[in-house]
């Protein structure tokens, strides 16, 4: 059944153990019982003007622009239809230039950021076809968008959000697999295989959660730490940067995500033997690389944490602390890798006596400019 904040200290961790449920209830009723189509009903009537978009703009704020960043790699690279992925509040006021035909999708975990709305709002006037991926149900981004698809999180309280983020990438991965399929850039035999990638995630998230001790142990060896650094690549980059934020937001300490590849352009200047560095990693075309990273750290007496795929004997002998996830298809790796990233979050912020849930300054929803 449906966890009680009663069985948590905080909103936000259970949030985070609800995620095997709320990633299940995401796809729930879109993945054919057959496991050989995905559907999405909410999107059936625009769908044929979707497959032939000649581009998509996704626009979020916070955590879900990290969503979006996150289907720009996927959409482009199983979909093959150019993506641009931008802050809602940049994009409303520089004049972009929008095309009548282009699809434009908000992703809101409330459906009432002020600047997602309005920028909807802008794209709509232009002749967009908006669609919106929103978690509460009937919000204003819900009602002003010409179709969409819920994400099935349930409420979120924590203001640093978790389980919505885990939604939100469950449904634009279902939205980048069946767009792929039907503009005919993937064969029915690979849709199958993503399909069973997706239904695999709740147990290995599961499997993730089950680890929380030994987070909680390597939380309380880099808690006192002044600044922290989080890489990654390709569909891991977002990551980085959710991981990141997540630290920041909760407990104050001062955490920057980069693009692994950019690190010797300006953060490599801050490695020495007081920043742990947080990489995340896969068995994916880019592990030789990060292994390549994590050598330059550890040169200059860094402490690397990485999130590795379980079995990954080189990192593990390269690493100062690991968190394992089962392995996976590198193009749902996000939704595996960013779980030990938000339990490390939460046991950092808490061993600093934050207000977990209730960061200062921060608003679980932020309806003005
Ligand atoms: C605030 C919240 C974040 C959230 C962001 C976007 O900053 O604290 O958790 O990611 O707004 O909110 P939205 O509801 O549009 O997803």
Known sequence: GD?????FEHYMLKEIFEQPNTIRDTYR???RKDQ?????????????KIVQANR???????????????AEYLIEEYARVPVEVEYASEFRYRKPIINPGDVIIAVSQSGETADTLAALKMAKKQGAIILGICNVVGSSIARETDAGVYTHAGTEIGVASTKAFTAQVTVLTLFAFKLAKERGQ?????????????????EKVENILLKHPHIKTVAAKYKDAVN???????????????????????SYMHAEGY????????????VDDNLPVVVVSAKDDYYEKV???????????????????????????MADDLFEVPESHPAVAALLTVVPLQLFAYYIALMRGCDVDQPRNLAKSVTVE
Request: net charge negative; proline share 3%; glycine share 12%.
């Open 29 to 31: 009723g879109r993945i």
């Open 228 to 250: 922290a650094l989080y890489l990654g690549r390709g569909y891991l980059f977002p990551v980085a940067l959710e991981g990141a934020l997540k630290l920041k937001e909760i």
């Open 291 to 317: 292994v390549s990273n994590i050598q330059e750290v550890k040169a200059r007496k860094g402490n690397i944490i990485a999130v590795v795929t379980e079995g990954d004997s080189g990192l593990r002998t």
């Open 3 to 7: 966890l009680e904040k009663g069985d």
């Open 36 to 48: 050989d189509e995905i559907v999405l009903g909410g999107l059936i009537d625009v769908f044929p």
């Open 259 to 270: 693009a692994a590849g950019e690190m010797k352009h300006g953060p490599i200047a801050l």
């Open 56 to 70: 998509i703009i996704i626009l979020g704020c916070g955590t879900s622009w990290h969503a979006a960043l996150v």
């Open 186 to 202: 993937i064969d029915a035999a690979t849709l199958k295989m993503f399909i069973n990638e997706m239904l695999e995630i709740p």
